[in-house]
């Protein structure tokens, strides 16, 4: 059974920082394409970052591009997502997903597509 397991949310001050994890476990993560998406309060989930299975690629939604970095490590299983010079803008449930993509990354921020998501990781932006 596939599941992905975020953890590292949680509340920091604004122009803070965090680091997100997601990890796998029923499945090796080498042939998926790993993307974070958030959804704040009353607004649609928005997509975030991707990186392809062999982190060579990767693609960021606008309002994040210059400040958040997503890695991966398949030998242990899991990707990450870095949140630098975080804003209140930036509070939201943060979700990783996985989709079956060999080395290419979706063009499209398309939640629909995705094989498994994690249960989410609460991340507050607040003085």
């Known amino acids: 059974q596939l599941q992905l397991v975020e953890s590292g949310g949680g509340l920091v001050q604004p122009g803070g920082s965090l680091r997100l994890s997601c990890a796998a476990s029923g499945f090796t993560l080498d042939h998926y394409a790993i993307g974070w998406f958030r959804q704040a309060p009353g607004k649609e989930r928005e997509g975030v970052a991707y990186?392809?299975?062999?982190?060579?690629?990767?693609k960021y939604g606008d309002s994040v591009k210059g400040r958040f970095t997503i890695s991966r490590d398949n030998a242990k299983n899991t990707a990450y997502l870095q949140l630098n010079n975080l804003n209140p803008e930036d509070t939201a449930i943060y979700f990783c997903?996985?989709?079956?993509?060999?080395?290419?990354?979706?063009?499209?921020?398309?939640?629909?597509?995705?094989?498994?998501w994690g249960q989410g990781t609460q991340v507050t932006v607040s003085s």
């Open positions: 997903a996985s989709i079956e993509l060999v080395d290419i990354i979706p063009i499209l921020w398309d939640c629909s597509v995705h094989d498994a």
């Open positions: 990186i392809s299975s062999s982190g060579r690629a990767t």
